[in-house]
Nanobody
Framework: QLQLVESGGGLVQPGGSLRLSCAAS????????IGWFRQAPGKEREGVSS????????YYSDSVKGRFTISRDSAENTVYLQMNNLKPEDTAAYYC???????????????????WGQGTQVTVSS
């Protein structure tokens, strides 16, 4: 059974940076698509970025493109989300998720992902 644990969230001022980590255990992420989702209070969970582990193909939502970077570390079975130039509207609980279905990295639908972490809170405020 694949298990995912997020870390790296916190409070940061607008314009600041954070790096989220998603550590996997139980299985290798070799052929999985890993996605980062976020959910703000009163809003639906939305896909932010994803990466296919074996070929590095990536996707970014328009709201984060140019500010966030997703990357993978095969040796550590970990996926990172580097978030720069953070804005108050980035405030949300961030979730790491994984699927081994043959999906396009842009297909960031909650129902397509089978494994979820517990989430880490990101708050952007002055």
């Amino acid at each position: 059974q694949l298990q995912l644990v997020e870390s790296g969230g916190g409070l940061v001022q607008p314009g600041g940076s954070l790096r989220l980590s998603c550590a996997a255990s139980g299985r290798s992420l070799g052929y999985y698509v890993i996605g980062w989702f976020r959910q703000a209070p009163g809003k639906e969970r939305e896909g932010v970025s994803s990466i296919r582990k074996n070929d590095g193909n990536t996707y970014y939502s328009d709201s984060v493109k140019g500010r966030f970077t997703i990357s993978r570390d095969s040796a550590e079975n970990t996926v990172y989300l580097q978030m720069n130039n953070l804005k108050p509207e980035d405030t949300a609980a961030y979730y790491c998720a994984a699927t081994n279905r043959a999906i396009n990295v842009a297909a960031m639908r909650v129902g397509k992902y089978d494994y979820w972490g517990q989430g880490t809170q990101v708050t952007v405020s002055s």
